[in-house]
């Protein structure tokens, strides 16, 4: 598992098993989850068609995170993820329609825990998500990420400060209140009412059993970015 140390919390990355509570890698510990109200957040909005889940193997544990959908051509799409999905062996990319993508390449990004994939592109519908400008405090945001095995479910959140005791946060980052965000929400995207990208899910921060805050990385990639990944 990833993490970051902090004085009197731990951050732990939010990739995660799909059928148990704890993995060899990317998870939390159980002592450490939140309880999710899965009732509750059945209904709400529909997720953005930029939106894929990604699943995977963690050893012998099937695993989940999630993606958003940054730029295409003719034949491919470009996802934005956290990086550390990438530790999922065999990983498989489906869109909100339910349609299961090859993946053709993986690149880590320097300096963050985010990477771009590059699978084909959908037959079916789907959207390249648009940036957002930079968020505010107090800012309402939303979040889509599974639940049990409900892949795009809709979580509410708030921009908060980055706590002051976290060390080692990206260029950019910025924290949510997320109190249902949990495992399998790594890489999935912060979105604004208009639906815009405002940044990627990597890492939940936890003191005892109570989520502190979620960080999200504000890294989004440019247009000459973007036309480098797709390029053959």
Not at 195 to 206: D, F, Q, S, T
Request: proline share 9%; with cysteine.
């Amino acid at each position: 598992m990833k993490r970051w140390v902090i004085t009197g919390m731990v951050a732990a990355a939010l990739a995660v098993p799909a059928v148990a509570p704890c993995a060899e890698q990317n998870a939390m510990p159980p002592q450490m989850a939140v309880p999710i109200g899965i009732a509750r957040h059945r209904t709400g909005p529909p997720p953005p068609a930029s939106l894929v889940s990604l699943r995977g193997w963690l050893g012998s544990r099937a695993a989940a995170g999630c993606g958003v959908i940054v730029a295409a051509n003719d034949g491919t799409i470009v996802i934005l993820t956290a990086a550390h999905d990438l530790t999922m062996r065999r990983l498989s990319v489906t869109t909100v329609d339910g349609e299961r993508l090859r993946v053709e390449r993986t690149e880590p990004i320097a300096g963050h825990d985010l990477a771009l994939v590059t699978a084909t592109r959908p037959r079916l519908h789907f959207e390249v998500a648009r940036i957002a400008a930079d968020p505010e405090n107090g800012a309402q945001l939303s979040v889509w990420g599974p639940i049990e095995d409900e892949p795009f479910t809709y979580h509410q959140a708030v921009v908060r400060p980055v706590d002051a005791r976290a060390s080692a946060v990206p260029p950019g980052a910025f924290a949510v209140d997320c109190p249902d965000c949990d495992h399998g929400d790594s890489g999935t995207g912060v979105f604004n009412a208009r639906e815009e990208l405002v940044g990627i899910v990597v890492a939940g921060y936890n003191a005892g059993r109570r989520r502190v805050f979620v960080l999200a990385e504000r890294w989004l990639p440019d247009a000459t970015l973007a036309t480098t990944a797709l390029a053959p």
